[in-house]
């Protein structure tokens, strides 16, 4: 099993930037597989950003360009570096795992507004 715990979120203007880390426990973070989803009010839940345990990368559409996802297996974190925000990035956004078994943080707060 492994726990995750997310900071980094807050207020930000549109055009700012912000970085989200995710910090997880337990062992072998090595092997997981790891996420960003985000849920605005009123809306599903949806993948952002994932790295593979060798590095792979995926990005939504909507952010490719303006955000980037790494991990520090030696410091089991995982990051989504965020620029160019805009107002529809705002939601809560949530750190994932995936391996035997899916994991979810509790979740941090972005509003990017005026």
């Known amino acids: 099993q492994v726990q995750l715990v997310e900071s980094g979120g807050g207020l930000v203007q549109p055009g700012g930037s912000l970085r989200l880390s995710c910090a997880a426990s337990?062992?072998?973070?090595?092997?997981?597989?790891m996420g960003w989803y985000r849920q605005a009010p009123g809306k599903q839940r949806e993948l952002v950003a994932r790295i593979t345990n060798i590095g792979n990368t995926y990005y939504r559409d909507s952010v490719k360009g303006r955000f980037t996802i790494s991990r520090d297996n030696a410091m089991n974190t995982v990051s989504l570096q965020m620029k160019s925000l805009k107002p529809e990035d705002t939601a809560v956004y949530y750190c994932?795992?995936?391996?035997?078994?899916?994991?979810w943080g509790p979740g941090t707060q972005v509003t990017v507004s005026s």
């Open positions: 994932n795992a995936e391996y035997s078994g899916t994991y």
């Open positions: 337990g062992s072998s973070f090595s092997i997981y597989t």
